[in-house]
């Protein structure tokens, strides 16, 4: 499977409209994988459910290559998993 990034910077103003807009920014990057950040995650991870934009920011997200934070409810390590898999790569922590 082939993933081709077709943002259009321009075409939707999605940011205004995200539930997270009025959320602390630090709850969407937590710092590390393990301990309180991974209470964050889910925490920025429920906001991110209660979206409408969600899948807008998860496609900014993949095409613009963010390596950190929350977006789109998936964290950086799920977002690695999603391009892997789009390029038909594994990895041995993919089974988590």
Known sequence: MTWTPNWDW????WRRRGACRDSDPDLFFPIGATGDA???AEAAKAVCR???VRVDCLEFAMTSNQDSGVWGGATEDER???RRSWRGET???DSR
């Open 80 to 82: 690695r998993r999603m």
């Open 50 to 52: 209660q979206c409408s």
């Open 38 to 40: 991974i209470g964050h």
């Open 10 to 13: 321009n075409a939707k103003d």
């Open 91 to 93: 990895s041995s922590t």
